[in-house]
């Protein structure tokens, strides 16, 4: 192929399809913001934390633009959920404790709660 004769492609994503290609990016955000504190950044999540609230905030007010769209903002909800956790780690326990076990701490999955309807945590079970 000839450089000089290069030729503009025009690609047509339909509007549905691009939000949902969006709320795919906030699992790798997630993802990154997890990796970065075992990589010493303890700043990166919270600059994370700040663009998946503004994304969700944003989503949100798109409801119904898609049908898979609700599965999409319960992963982005859970996937802010998990950052605002690490952010809470490392502005609680982050002087207390090395990076490596910050780290450890972050990847533990807890149990499970019993909810409600509402989502809200049912103790009496």
Not at 74 to 103: F, M, N, W
Request: charged share 20%; with cysteine; aromatic share 4%.
């Amino acid at each position: 192929m000839n450089v000089a004769s290069s030729t503009l492609l025009t690609v047509y994503i339909p509007p549905a399809e691009y939000v949902l290609g969006i709320s795919d990016v906030a699992g790798e955000l997630m993802r990154i913001a997890v990796h970065s504190v075992g990589a010493g950044d303890k700043e990166m999540p919270f600059v994370i934390c700040r663009t998946l609230r503004e994304l969700c905030t944003a989503m949100s007010s798109l409801y119904g633009i898609a049908r898979d769209l609700p599965q999409k903002l319960s992963s982005l909800r859970q996937s802010l959920a998990k950052v605002e956790a690490a952010c809470y780690a490392i502005h609680v326990r982050g002087s207390e404790l090395p990076d490596h076990l910050l780290t450890n701490m972050l990847s533990f999955k807890p149990a499970v709660l019993p909810t409600d309807d509402l989502g809200s945590v049912d103790l009496d079970q």
